[in-house]
């Protein structure tokens, strides 16, 4: 019982013990454990023990609390005192805000006249803040430390029952029409204040009392609508516009900025929480259905939207969260028949026999009734009159048994065009697909057995055009269509003679699968394989005439594709002088090609524009320019790519160059300046790069030289040979290494080729360094690696002629080392008789005393001695 004196004697020991093991500083862990002993001691639990501490404590705080407010108006008390009194307590800082709160909610209750005996019936209505409240919260709040959220909810939570009793009979009264907009938010402004409310309390408010107004009127909206009931289902929306307008009225009066889209915040249909929320997709466009189909019956005629009721409309379709794509559908739903009735019926009219300038405006009158009386859209007009047209130009055409109308009945269907309300470009389609065909074939007799368009045919074409309404990207299309079938048996037959001379008649037919005879080729002959310089002129002359077919007949465009600078010669002040100009820069386009069009493979495609090259290269006098000129029109018409182009000309010129070098510097040794000139003129007219000419030229030299070194190797030619090769590769300013490309090993090979034998005869001496250096430069090879290259020579050499001797004197034939020895005492010169020789000293002594005993005499005696000593070194004699 804890109201019995021993427990309440035992909690204010409890409380004591509690501060007193508090206050005196003690650790968390130290403060437990002497509570755990006082919780022990009266068979308790510490948890038990600091809940009857705090039931001690509070209501000590909560006089606190109370006198607070009895004397808030004498500025006794404040934050500090009541901080004193938590600390003397032990209130901890989540109890003291919680306490905080429940006295400010108490405050504001009294302040409101509230208390607890307050009648439920009371009228709630009446009940406002005090003079002074204001003020006296706001010191409230300031002693006991809250937050502003924390005490605007605790106000808002007292007043907003308070507020919504008058608000909610304010906003009847307005929706009603007994109260105007201006003195609804006036009245409601003022209860505002009266209660203390926040703007941002106030916006919740109100925003939530439209919704249950709106809300209201949709629900009795559908319990009309579930039944069919049309007519109360109309009246209902009408009234939750009405609903809808008061609503916005009064709260425009606000100015507020979160009320300027109020279908937005109102009407959305992915809240839940917004007034037709609880409206699914299906409901919201039934009640738009009923509303419109209901607003042209209610109309004078019943059969219009007037523009009273349109405005309505669209203010239901806001309302109802309609998206302009099921209006669009809607309207199409209730008014498309009708429409495609009066369209239906104006297009016979039109296209009949019966035709005249009055009917035409009468008609016009008519679709112009229905499509204002329904207020249709362009857009729904545009998708009935497409389909229509299209018959309209089918029953025209079907009385025109040569496919081509009579201007009359042009002007009938440009009429109809009219009142349909379609532009030129709208009726592009149908002319197309209607008379397209008719153009084409046209086209096509145009050209006649040549295949070429003359000038008389033309502007009958563009006449023609013109007439059917076909636009001009589309008759363009058509004219190349027509230029296509006839351009690609064109080429199958060029492609096929190309063949012809290529192949022979066995080939060809399993090529093509098909038997072609003997006496297909025009030789009565096999073809031999090769490439017949008669059926080179046929090839070329039909090439010619696709071309001619190609550029008489327009086809090639310009398309531009940037700009350029131009230099131009201008007068100025009585003076010429250059001045440069940007000019848009143009290239060629080939709308219609031989590879687009499968009529040619790229292999062949190539090979055939190969073959147009050489025969323009080939060809002599004005023809031959008109070859060369014709070549890039002919690479574009069969589809290639001017890189492919390029290829196949530098593969040409490179084949030319390559014979032609070959054969001068076979019968000259090098290339003189007439030959210079004829490969320029190569150059010339294959239309071959300045850079790319020079890398042919020096490609099929450094190609030549290689293939002459390789034979010069290959065919042990002597040392004459060699020198004269690289005194030649000199001379044109090549190295054998770096330019020529030949492998290091070769250009040792070579060296060794020209210094051994000069080595062996004794050309080089000890004292031809000269030479050795002008040898190894020739060579391009640096001076370390010929000497390398010498001595390994040296030694190679000395160890062969040891060998000799060795055998000479094993055969007793002694006379025979003489010249052997005198060439081993040479190539000692050349290492100081370092020859890293295997030679016993017997045999070494019988070679020294050899040596010894011929006749120096022409010799002075120090070069002998010299000698001997080296001699003796390279026998490895002491």
């Known amino acids: 019982d804890p109201e019995h004196p021993d427990r309440m004697s035992i909690d204010k020991f409890l409380f004591l013990s509690e501060r007193v093991f508090r206050q005196g500083g003690e650790t968390n862990e130290a403060f437990k454990y002497e509570m755990s002993r006082v919780a022990k001691a009266f068979d308790l639990k510490i948890g038990e023990v600091l809940e009857r501490v705090a039931e001690v404590v509070e209501p000590f705080y909560q006089k606190a609390l109370d006198t607070t407010r009895s004397k808030i108006d004498t500025d006794a008390v404040s934050s500090d005192m009541l901080l004193r009194a938590r600390n003397s307590l032990g209130i901890d800082e989540m109890t003291a805000n919680d306490m905080h709160l429940v006295t400010f909610a108490d405050e504001v209750k009294c302040l409101l006249g509230k208390n607890d005996k307050t009648s439920e019936d009371a009228d709630l209505s009446a009940l406002a803040f005090v003079e002074g409240a204001k003020d006296r919260l ?6 006991l430390e ?46 505002q204040g009266e209660l203390l409310l926040k703007d941002e309390s106030m916006k919740d408010l109100l925003a939530s009392m439209v919704m249950q107004a709106m809300g209201k009127s949709f629900e009795d909206t559908m319990a009309f609508a579930k039944v069919n009931n049309v007519g109360a289902t109309y009246d209902k ?153 299209m018959r309209a130009v089918n029953i025209i055409s079907d009385k025109t048994p040569s496919g081509i109308p009579s201007k009359e009945k042009m002007e009938q269907l440009d009429k109809l065009r009219y009142l349909l309300g379609m532009e030129k470009e709208d009726s592009y389609n149908a002319h197309l697909e209607i008379f397209g065909n008719a153009y084409k074939t046209s086209v096509s007799e145009s050209m006649g057995s ?35 079938d006839r351009m690609v048996p064109m080429i199958e037959y060029i492609v096929l003679e190309l063949e012809r001379t290529m192949l022979n008649a066995e080939q060809l037919a399993r090529k093509r699968q ?40 327009d086809i090639a465009e310009k398309r531009e594709i940037g700009t350029k600078t131009i230099e131009k010669k201008v007068v100025e002040n009585d003076e010429e002088k250059t001045v440069t100009e940007e000019v848009p820069d143009y290239e060629t386009v080939y709308p219609i090609t031989g590879l687009g069009s499968n009529a040619v493979q790229q292999e062949l495609a190539e090979l055939l524009y190969r073959q147009f090259v ?74 071959i790069s300045s850079d790319d000419s020079e890398k042919m030229l020096i490609d099929t030299q450094k190609k030549l030289l290689s293939e002459e070194a390789n034979a010069i190797v290959a065919n042990e030619s002597g040392p004459e040979i060699v020198k004269a090769f690289r005194e030649k590769c000199n001379s044109m300013g090549l190295e054998l290494e770096a330019d020529v490309g030949l492998s290091r090993a070769m250009v040792e090979e070579m060296f060794e080729i020209e210094v051994s034998p000069a080595l062996v005869n004794g050309d080089i001496t000890i004292e031809s360094g000269d030479l050795l250096t002008e040898i190894q ?41 003489v010249d052997i020895v005198l060439r081993l005492m040479r190539y000692g010169q050349f290492v100081n008789g ?34 001997k000593s080296v001699l003796k070194i390279s026998l490895g004699l002491s």
Request: proline share 2%.
């Open 146 to 191: 809250l937050e502003d959220l924390e005490a605007d909810y605790e106000i808002s939570s007292e007043a907003t029952p308070l507020f919504q009793a008058r608000a909610l009979a304010i906003m009847d009264e307005a929706i009603a029409g007994s109260l105007s907009p201006e003195s609804a938010w006036e009245q409601l402004n003022t209860r």
């Open 834 to 867: 370092e020859l890293e020789l295997s030679v016993d000293e017997a045999t070494g002594w019988k070679i020294f005393n050899m040596y010894d005993s011929m006749d120096f005499e022409d010799m002075d005696k120090e070069t002998v001695e010299s000698n």
């Open 514 to 553: 098909k038997d072609f005879g003997e006496d297909y080729f025009k030789s009565g002959k096999g073809a031999s394989g090769n490439l017949g310089l008669g059926a080179e002129a046929n090839i070329m002359t039909d090439c010619m005439n696709l071309i001619d077919f190609y550029t008489v007949n």
């Open 237 to 389: 929306l009408l009234d939750a516009l009405g609903v809808k307008e008061a609503c916005r009225a009064v709260l425009q009066q606000s100015h507020w900025s979160e009320f300027d889209d109020f279908d937005g915040l109102f009407f959305d249909p992915a809240s839940k929480s917004s007034a037709i929320g609880f409206l699914s997709r299906a409901d919201r466009l039934r009640l738009y259905k009923i509303f419109l189909a209901r607003s042209v019956r209610n109309s004078e005629s019943g059969k219009e939207l007037t523009d009273e009721n349109y405005e309505k409309v669209k203010d239901v379709k806001g309302m109802l969260a309609i998206t302009d794509a099921d209006e669009a559908d809607e309207f199409k739903m209730a008014f498309g028949q009708e429409l495609q009735k009066t369209l239906n019926m104006a297009m016979f009219e039109m296209t009949g026999d019966d035709f005249t300038e009055d009917l035409v405006k009468n008609l016009e009158a008519q679709i112009d009734q229905v499509i204002n009386d329904y207020r249709l859209s362009d857009s729904l007009v545009a998708e009935f009159s497409a389909p229509i047209y």
């Open 614 to 687: 050489v025969g323009g290269f080939t060809a002599q006098g004005p023809q031959a320019q008109r070859y060369e000129d014709a070549r890039d029109n002919l690479g574009g018409i069969l589809g290639l790519e001017k890189a492919k182009m390029e290829e196949v000309t530098n593969s040409i010129g490179s084949t030319i160059y390559e014979n032609y070098i070959n054969n001068s510097m076979r019968t000259k040794g090098q290339l003189d300046q007439q030959d210079m000139m004829f490969l320029a003129n190569i150059q010339g007219k294959l239309n």
């Open 138 to 143: 706001s010191k409230l709040q300031d002693i």
């Open 450 to 484: 040549t295949g070429v368009i003359t000038k008389e045919y033309r502007k009958p074409l563009d006449e023609l055009k013109k007439r059917l309404g076909v636009s001009e990207e589309d008759s363009r299309r058509l004219y190349l269509d027509a230029m296509q």
């Open 777 to 817: 430069e020739s060579f391009g090879m640096t001076p370390e690696d010929a000497e390398k290259m010498f001595l390994d020579i040296i030694l190679r050499r000395a160890k062969s002629a040891m060998s000799r001797i060795k055998a000479e004197l094993l055969r007793g034939r002694e006379e025979n080392c």
